[in-house]
């Protein structure tokens, strides 16, 4: 939701080839969703187990102390990465760069999942999707840097 309130802000920004802007507004918010993420991810590491102990104490088994730290992690990396891409990514004209690593990560994801899967059981699934979220959410972020970087050093030639 909040990517949406920032998306027409970055369409401008875009459409007006302000590059320096976009970087520094990029920069701040990453830090800003970062942060948030890790408040919400500490909030439910804290509040989470007891909720599911008191209101569904069927649930509160081994299993669900081993798959919900990595809930977590993808809890953080998605408040940091979902505002980013539809609130930065998207608006800046880089969709086309989000889909093609999204989609070559998400084969990958897959045959580690099958991979893990057929080694460690239903764990698999978890660790290779906590892992193929966490690359893909710092990949990007990486390459549409390296991106708008590249960009402005071109233009101020």
Not at 47 to 58: A, D, G, L, S, Y
Not at 68 to 94: E, H, Q, R, Y
Request: aromatic share 16%; net charge positive; proline share 3%.
């Amino acid at each position: 939701m909040l990517g949406q309130v920032v998306a027409p802000n970055f369409s401008q920004l875009s459409a007006s080839n302000q590059v320096d802007r976009i970087l520094r507004k990029l920069k701040s918010y990453t830090l800003i969703f970062l942060g948030v993420g890790v408040i919400l991810g500490v909030a439910a590491y804290v509040v989470t187990p007891v909720v599911v102990r008191w209101f569904f104490p069927q649930y509160f088994t081994n299993d669900f102390l081993k798959i919900f730290p990595f809930s977590v992690l993808i809890l953080v990396t998605n408040v940091w990465a979902g505002t980013i891409d539809a609130g930065i990514v998207v608006p800046t004209g880089s969709a086309n760069l989000m889909a093609k690593f999204y989609l070559s990560l998400g084969i990958v994801s897959s045959i580690l999942g099958l991979f893990l899967t057929q080694r460690i059981g239903y764990m698999g699934v978890i660790y290779s999707f906590a892992i193929s979220n966490t690359v893909m959410v710092i990949g990007l972020r990486i390459l549409f840097f390296r991106k708008l970087y590249l960009y402005n050093a071109r233009s101020h030639y």
